[in-house]
Nanobody, 121 residues
Framework: QVQLVESGGGLVQPGGSLRLSCAAS????????MAWYRQGPGKERDMVAA???????NYADSVKGRFTISRDNAKNTVYLQMNSLKPEDTAVYYC???????????????WGKGTLVTVSS
């Protein structure tokens, strides 16, 4: 059994910052790509940022220059530093990770339950 638990969401004013964390626990043998997605009101869930095991990152155009994804492999944790937040960043943010539970098993993608980020004055 694997769990991904996000934290760090909340209410912030436009222009403010938040840092999200997502920790993987349970039967984790190895973790491949880790990513953050978000789903705004009435919208589909979209990828925000992703990071490979080696640290290569990829961002949605809407967050480039404002958000930074990073990971701590020793802690099985991925972070999302969000700066210069805008009202349109309001969404539930979900963590996603490709996790292998045994050395002989292929990774399976797991989702966290999400953390709400609200950007409003």
């Amino acid at each position: 059994q694997v769990q991904l638990v996000e934290s760090g969401g909340g209410l912030v004013q436009p222009g403010g910052s938040l840092r999200l964390s997502c920790a993987a626990s349970g039967s984790v043998f190895s973790i491949n790509d880790m990513a953050w997605y978000r789903q705004g009101p009435g919208k589909e869930r979209d990828m925000v940022a992703a990071v490979t095991t080696g640290g290569t990152t990829n961002y949605a155009d809407s967050v480039k220059g404002r958000f930074t994804i990073s990971r701590d492999n020793a802690k099985n944790t991925v972070y999302l530093q969000m700066n210069s937040l805008k009202p349109e960043d309001t969404a539930v943010y979900y963590c996603n990770a490709g996790i292998a539970t045994r050395s002989y098993l292929l990774p399976v993608h797991y989702w966290g339950k999400g953390t709400l980020v609200t950007v409003s004055s």
